[in-house]
């Protein structure tokens, strides 16, 4: 259900060398397993006969045991409705492999030798390279009835809804290359890796590190288990891991750092692979020529589950971030909103240094122009300019209210740059007169009139200074449309152009935490972080208080912002991005409040991409970007009627 797969990774309690009891454990799992809907059930290396067998594998009781498992899983995986994957040791050809066998429908659909082998495993095991064959019959390893089976690392298997999947036995997390980027590279989407991990110190971080690095290099799931601590310990302790890694993110792992006898579940979003596979386009033939080897030129693909199509998962094990912009670690969100301010300064350096002596903005004390400013300060003290080359210019208008416009001032003060007040009611009313609009009717002309006499303000002071004006508008503005065009909407570069606003909030708190600015600026950027978002075009009430928020017209941004990562980042239907919506807000907002605002999103992120078809220059900051010039291209005209009838229908 909306690309979710639901993997289970099992590590039973192994009795080294008993078949039949490893047997059971492997069955009562996958029964275990199935009742909780896994489509995947994923055991460690060699699990059928235990990897420290030693010299046992030399032993034709053992062998043949190993044999009779098979058959009893391929017997069950009829009544499964999941493939399941387990390791065995298995005679091909009078030679002796370590194999990662794939059961789905009754059968063993392929069997995967384990590629890189420790010199103490060649001691059992022969290497892929001896082969010599790429199929086999079932019967030749004692597996029936008759059929065939693909035997090759260089497989990729196709099961329900199309999902594409590989397999690699072995512990090749710290292999400076593994088959599974390869197979990655030939469309896998899940790779599993089904291992013996030894642990020592500092392993699992190291795991960990590199299930990141390669499920984000693979654009793929990449899913690991590894043997458990019942193994012997005549050597070594078995560790137990499992890891799932989505996309450069651990989305699950087992809890205990030595473990066993347990299953861990996982709901993966294979909607995210799929996304990133069609619009990277790292992952086409030029790649494969470039990376890959004569045997994985000839990878090849396998289905299973032919008449079983649909994943069981309904995604609900799968964590929803409200935020999806925002970390959730505070240390980690911390750097990253400094990251980006740095990125943002050295943006406008960049363009200052080309373009212009002096920077321009219109300070509102607003979260945006307050952001623009700090950047505009910190880009002229990296030029080694005077700050008094940023002019700050407060604009009140109608509904200015007296704590923004304080604090507007006072940090333009604390800053030590240019200041200048321009109040725009004058200027408004007599544009109002000249058009034949009642000053008393505050509709959108009223509100449009203040925003284009400020830029308009911005625009001629800069051309009077050689000034550079920095636009102040927002990621999240500008996905809705929710600026004036020709208005706030236009700017000689916008340095906030990349940053959402659920993140603006936490760039200004963390600055003024980092004491950048000082510690009386950092009092008077915490108020302003404190204060409601709004445009301040309408008058406030009688005690000086803002009667506009934003939010009450246009909707909370916390679910626009989520709107927009799913609907722009990974192209998500209108269906799955509000399923998602209300799992992430169940304790904020009901379900006729989250289609509301959806509806509302669509109909203004479709119809007001004019505004973003000529909007200045802004750097890209994350994942999420919408520029016109290669982030986000998309016609002015383009219907979203199919969109807004699916959410009718929600």
Same mark, same amino acid.
């Given at each position: 259900?909306?690309?979710?797969?639901?993997?289970?990774?099992?590590?039973?309690?192994?009795?080294?060398?008993?078949?039949?009891?490893?047997?059971?454990?492997?069955?009562?799992?996958?029964?275990?397993?199935?009742?909780?809907?896994?489509?995947?059930? &994923?055991?460690?290396?060699?699990?059928?006969?235990?990897?420290?067998?030693?010299?046992?594998?030399?032993?034709?009781?053992?062998? +043949?045991?190993?044999?009779?498992?098979?058959?009893?899983?391929?017997?069950?995986?009829?009544?499964?409705?999941?493939?399941?994957?387990?390791?065995?040791?298995?005679?091909?050809?009078?030679?002796?492999?370590?194999?990662?066998?794939?059961?789905?429908?009754?059968?063993?659909?392929?069997?995967?030798?384990?590629?890189?082998?420790?010199?103490?495993?060649?001691?059992?095991?022969?290497?892929?390279?001896?082969?010599?064959?790429?199929?086999?019959?079932?019967?030749?390893?004692?597996?029936?009835?008759?059929?065939?089976?693909?035997?090759? @690392?260089?497989?990729?298997? +196709? !099961?329900?809804?199309?999902?594409?999947?590989?397999?690699?036995?072995?512990?090749?997390?710290?292999?400076?290359?593994?088959?599974?980027?390869?197979?990655?590279?030939?469309?896998?989407?899940?790779?599993?890796?089904?291992?013996?991990?030894?642990?020592? &110190?500092?392993?699992?971080?190291?795991?960990?590190?590199?299930?990141?690095?390669?499920?984000?290099?693979?654009?793929?799931?990449? =899913?690991?288990?590894?043997?458990?601590?019942?193994?012997?310990?005549?050597?070594?302790?078995?560790?137990?891991?499992?890891?799932?890694?989505?996309?450069?993110?651990?989305?699950? +792992?087992?809890?205990?750092?030595?473990?066993?006898?347990?299953?861990?579940?996982?709901?993966?979003?294979?909607?995210?692979?799929?996304?990133?596979?069609?619009?990277?386009?790292?992952?086409?033939?030029?790649?494969?020529?470039?990376?890959?080897?004569?045997?994985?030129?000839?990878?090849? #693909?396998?289905?299973?589950?032919?008449?079983?199509?649909?994943?069981?998962?309904?995604?609900?094990?799968?964590?929803?971030?409200?935020?999806?912009? &925002?970390?959730?670690?505070?240390?980690?969100?911390?750097?990253?909103? #400094?990251?980006?301010?740095?990125?943002?300064?050295?943006? #406008?350096?960049?363009?200052?240094?080309?373009?212009?002596?002096?920077?321009?903005?219109?300070?509102?004390?607003?979260?945006?122009?307050?952001?623009?400013?700090?950047?505009?300060?910190?880009?002229? $003290?990296?030029?080694?300019?005077?700050?008094?080359?940023?002019?700050?210019?407060?604009? @009140?208008?109608?509904?200015?209210?007296?704590?923004?416009?304080?604090?507007?001032?006072?940090?333009?003060? $604390?800053?030590?740059?240019?200041?200048?007040?321009?109040?725009?009611?004058?200027?408004?009313?007599?544009?109002?007169?000249?058009?034949?609009?009642?000053?008393?009717?505050?509709?959108?002309?009223?509100?449009?009139?203040?925003?284009?006499?400020?830029?308009?303000?911005?625009?001629?002071?800069?051309?009077?200074?050689?000034?550079?004006?920095?636009?102040?508008?927002?990621?999240?503005?500008?996905?809705?449309?929710?600026?004036?065009?020709?208005?706030?909407?236009?700017?000689?570069? !916008?340095?906030?152009?990349?940053?959402?606003?659920?993140?603006?909030?936490?760039?200004?708190?963390?600055?003024?935490?980092?004491?950048?600015?000082?510690?009386?600026? !950092?009092?008077?950027?915490?108020?302003?972080?404190?204060?409601?978002?709004?445009?301040?075009? #309408?008058?406030?009430?009688?005690?000086?208080?803002?009667?506009?928020?934003?939010?009450?017209?246009?909707?909370?941004?916390?679910?626009?912002?989520?709107?927009?990562?799913?609907?722009?980042?990974?192209?998500?239907?209108?269906?799955?991005?509000?399923?998602? =919506?209300?799992?992430?807000?169940?304790? +904020?907002?009901?379900?006729?409040?989250?289609?509301?605002?959806?509806?509302?999103?669509?109909?203004?992120?479709?119809?007001?991409?004019?505004?973003?078809?000529?909007? @200045?220059?802004?750097?890209?900051?994350?994942?999420?970007?919408?520029?016109?010039?290669?982030?986000?291209?998309?016609?002015?005209?383009?219907?979203?009627?199919?969109?807004?009838?699916?959410?009718?229908?929600?």
């Amino acid at each position: 259900m909306f690309d979710y797969a639901r993997i289970a990774l099992a590590v039973p309690e192994v009795s080294v060398g008993g078949v039949k009891e490893n047997t059971e454990k492997i069955i009562g799992k996958i029964k275990e397993a199935n009742e909780k809907k896994a489509d995947f059930i &994923v055991f460690p290396e060699l699990s059928v006969t235990g990897y420290t067998c030693a010299d046992l594998f030399f032993q034709k009781t053992l062998l +043949e045991n190993a044999v009779l498992s098979l058959n009893k899983i391929a017997h069950l995986s009829e009544d499964v409705d999941a493939v399941i994957i387990a390791g065995a040791p298995l005679q091909i050809g009078g030679k002796l492999f370590d194999c990662a066998c794939v059961f789905s429908g009754g059968r063993i659909c392929a069997l995967i030798p384990k590629t890189l082998l420790s010199e103490s495993e060649k001691r059992w095991f022969s290497s892929p390279d001896e082969l010599g064959i790429k199929e086999i019959m079932s019967e030749e390893i004692g597996v029936y009835p008759s059929y065939k089976i693909p035997v090759s @690392p260089y497989i990729v298997l +196709e !099961g329900k809804e199309g999902v594409k999947f590989a397999v690699e036995a072995g512990d090749t997390l710290g292999a400076p290359v593994n088959t599974g980027a390869y197979l990655s590279l030939c469309g896998a989407q899940i790779v599993f890796n089904i291992c013996a991990s030894k642990e020592i &110190v500092a392993k699992r971080e190291f795991a960990l590190n590199e299930a990141k690095s390669l499920s984000s290099k693979g654009i793929n799931v990449y =899913a690991c288990v590894s043997a458990g601590k019942s193994e012997s310990t005549s050597d070594a302790v078995y560790s137990g891991k499992s890891i799932v890694a989505e996309n450069g993110k651990i989305v699950s +792992e087992n809890e205990n750092f030595i473990d066993g006898d347990y299953i861990l579940f996982s709901d993966v979003d294979l909607g995210k692979i799929k996304a990133d596979k069609i619009k990277k386009k790292d992952f086409s033939a030029e790649a494969k020529k470039l990376f890959c080897d004569r045997d994985v030129q000839n990878v090849r #693909l396998y289905g299973v589950n032919p008449y079983k199509s649909k994943l069981r998962s309904d995604g609900k094990l799968a964590k929803i971030k409200k935020m999806p912009f &925002v970390p959730s670690d505070k240390e980690e969100l911390k750097k990253r909103c #400094l990251a980006i301010f740095d990125m943002q300064v050295a943006g #406008l350096e960049k363009r200052l240094q080309k373009a212009a002596e002096k920077a321009i903005v219109g300070v509102s004390g607003g979260l945006d122009s307050t952001l623009a400013l700090l950047v505009s300060v910190k880009a002229m $003290e990296k030029l080694g300019r005077k700050s008094e080359n940023v002019i700050g210019i407060t604009m @009140p208008g109608f509904g200015t209210t007296s704590r923004t416009h304080d604090n507007a001032w006072n940090l333009m003060k $604390e800053l030590g740059i240019e200041t200048r007040e321009i109040s725009i009611k004058e200027s408004c009313l007599k544009h109002f007169e000249d058009i034949g609009h009642d000053a008393e009717v505050h509709d959108v002309t009223y509100e449009n009139a203040q925003a284009r006499e400020r830029t308009q303000i911005l625009m001629d002071v800069a051309n009077k200074n050689n000034a550079l004006v920095c636009g102040t508008g927002d990621l999240s503005e500008i996905a809705l449309g929710w600026c004036t065009y020709n208005g706030d909407h236009m700017s000689m570069y !916008g340095v906030n152009s990349g940053v959402p606003k659920t993140l603006l909030r936490w760039m200004i708190e963390t600055i003024a935490e980092s004491g950048i600015f000082g510690e009386k600026a !950092g009092e008077i950027l915490k108020d302003i972080a404190a204060t409601p978002i709004s445009p301040e075009l #309408l008058p406030p009430d009688k005690d000086g208080k803002m009667t506009q928020k934003t939010e009450d017209s246009v909707g909370p941004y916390a679910l626009h912002d989520f709107f927009t990562y799913y609907a722009v980042r990974y192209g998500f239907s209108p269906e799955k991005i509000y399923v998602l =919506a209300n799992r992430a807000f169940e304790d +904020e907002f009901d379900a006729e409040t989250v289609k509301k605002w959806l509806k509302v999103f669509c109909r203004r992120f479709f119809t007001q991409q004019f505004k973003r078809n000529c909007s @200045p220059d802004g750097i890209k900051i994350g994942s999420v970007g919408l520029s016109p010039k290669g982030e986000w291209i998309m016609a002015s005209d383009a219907d979203f009627a199919d969109w807004a009838e699916i959410i009718d229908r929600l």
